[in-house]
């Protein structure tokens, strides 16, 4: 039953992240700013800032995505009727784990890791 749940949100989060970052153009630009070191994913299914200073493209494309995938997640959530900390962990697995090597990822200790 746990094993049905948590593949259920699996799939929930992955059509829901796959359709809802926003046109091709976002995910475009997510993709350089994680390639540049200045973003990257975290265990909360997010996007952070690595670098100290971003442009303010940059950080307004993180905001507005973070938005988008907060509001994906709780939907989820509440389809699922799973807790929203949970779908967002694991969001945040799937994410981390798909991330390419060279890109940063924040691990459990919350330090940002280059992949």
């Known amino acids: 039953m746990m094993m049905k749940r948590i593949f259920a949100i699996l799939a929930l989060v992955a059509m829901t992240l796959g359709a809802g970052i926003g046109p091709t153009m976002a995910q475009?630009?997510?993709?350089?700013?994680?390639?540049?070191?200045l973003v990257g994913e975290r265990p909360d299914g997010l996007v952070g800032f690595v670098a100290d200073q971003v442009p303010a493209d940059v950080r307004a494309m993180v905001e507005r995505i973070n938005a988008e995938r907060k509001a994906q997640y709780q939907e989820v959530a509440?389809?699922?009727?799973?807790?929203?900390a949970?779908?967002?962990?694991?969001?945040?697995?799937r994410l981390v784990q798909a991330t390419p090597s060279g890109q940063f990822v924040?691990?459990?200790?919350?330090?940002?890791?280059k992949k």
Not at 78 to 84: A, D, E, M, P, V
Not at 87 to 92: E, K, N
Request: no cysteine.
């Open 106 to 113: 924040m691990n459990a200790a919350g330090r940002w890791v």
């Open 86 to 93: 949970q779908v967002q962990a694991v969001a945040g697995d």
């Open 28 to 37: 475009a630009d997510l993709t350089a700013a994680k390639s540049q070191g």
């Open 78 to 84: 509440q389809r699922t009727g799973q807790k929203l």
